[in-house]
Each structure stands twice: as structure tokens, then as C-alpha cells.
């Protein structure tokens, strides 16, 4: 009987062991998924994205919008020429100027990301519908969808149809905007939380 209930405990123990060394799975996918993207993660507050982004911008990155086809923000992408076009939310480039292209549809669109590789493709089921949705894949703003096999005469034929609320264009003779530092947003976040508190005692 002794023999029995060690055996069973000494099992228990085994399994909890397993159970440790099991890696942690979540069903997001990282934002960063190459070896050598050594870009940290860009988190935020829902209201600290608000204070930082027009609503416009928030509504598209933030809560997977869409902005109307051929605005006024369209009108101007059409109009842009040689230059990068990064995340308005965080500063990841996402598309040059070289991969960019008229397809008529009424949003900015790109038959390619830049060399950078900053935009993660992800399933999206929202609507009733089975689409592969663009995000940036520092901050996870929503930047629009990717259709293949359209027939556009593109070296790759597909489309990366873009919300322009998502990008912030440089052209090729300006500075490049530099990538948001997660380290100093978090201390700005803490001094900014210690402000509150002390206000509020």
C-alpha cells in the first residue's frame, strides 16, 4: 500500500514538472516574429493612444476602421512621390514609394511592403467575410487588408490596400521619424501615473 500511494505521488510530482516546462501559448501572434527584428513592442492605454493620434486615426488604428475610399487623405497619397510611408501610431516603416501603385479602388495601395518587413498578415473573419488583414507588427495598429490574384499588372499581384490614416509619409530628402522608444514611453507612463496620484491626494 506504501509501495502504491509513492508511486502516485512520485507521479504527480512528474507531471507538475511537464506541466512547468511547458511553454506559455497565447492565441496572439507576436509582434515581432523574425530573429534579427531586435524593435521592442510598442504598448499603450487606449486613452494614451487617444492623446496621441486624431480621431480619425485612432477610429482606423486603433479599432480596426476604415476610412471612405477617395478622400481627401487618398487625393493626397495620389499626389506624394518618392519618399517612405511609416506607422502614424509608432514610427515602423511599412511601404516605400517604389511599391506603390494606382489600382483605382479608392484607398492607397502597395503590391509589396517595404524591405523592412514591419507589416504582419493575419486572418480576419469580421463582417461575414474571410479577408487577410495588415497590421503594423510593432504596435498592432490596423493598417487595411491584402488581396491576391486580382490580375493588376504587378510584380507580385496582390494588393495591400491601406487605410492613409495609418501612414505618415517622409519624403526621400526628410528626416526619417524615429521609432517610439518602449523604455521611455513606460517611464513617462509611470511619471505620469505618480503626477495623477500626488494631484489626487
Not at 523574425?34 to 488604428?61: A, C, F, G, H, S
Not at 516603416?93 to 479608392?106: A, D, M, V
Not at 526619417?176 to 491626494?201: H, N, Q, S, V, Y
Request: charged content about 35%; glycine content about 6%.
Amino acid at each position: 500500500m506504501k509501495f502504491v500511494s509513492t508511486l502516485t505521488l512520485l507521479s504527480a510530482a512528474a507531471l507538475i514538472v511537464c506541466a512547468e516546462d511547458k511553454p506559455q501559448t497565447t492565441d496572439k501572434k507576436p509582434a515581432v516574429e523574425t530573429k534579427n527584428d531586435k524593435t521592442e513592442k510598442v504598448v499603450k492605454t487606449e486613452e494614451e493612444w487617444r492623446k496621441m493620434l486624431t480621431p480619425e486615426q485612432y477610429r482606423v488604428t486603433r479599432t480596426a476602421g476604415t476610412e471612405r475610399p477617395f478622400g481627401e487623405a487618398y487625393e493626397e497619397f495620389n499626389k506624394q512621390g518618392e519618399g517612405t510611408y511609416f506607422c502614424v501610431c509608432c514610427g515602423a516603416e511599412l511601404f516605400t514609394s517604389k511599391e506603390k501603385f494606382h489600382s483605382g479602388c479608392g484607398w492607397p495601395s502597395f503590391y509589396d511592403t517595404s524591405k523592412a518587413k514591419c507589416v504582419l498578415e493575419k486572418k480576419d473573419t469580421s463582417h461575414g467575410m474571410v479577408r487577410i488583414e495588415t497590421v503594423c507588427k510593432r504596435c498592432d495598429a490596423h493598417l487595411g487588408h491584402v488581396f491576391e490574384g486580382e490580375g493588376y499588372a504587378t510584380p507580385t499581384n496582390r494588393r495591400f490596400c491601406i487605410n492613409a490614416a495609418a501612414l505618415k509619409f517622409v519624403a526621400a530628402n526628410e528626416k526619417k521619424p524615429e521609432l517610439k522608444d518602449l523604455d521611455k514611453a513606460k517611464a513617462e507612463a509611470a511619471e505620469a501615473r505618480k503626477k495623477e496620484e500626488a494631484a489626487a491626494k
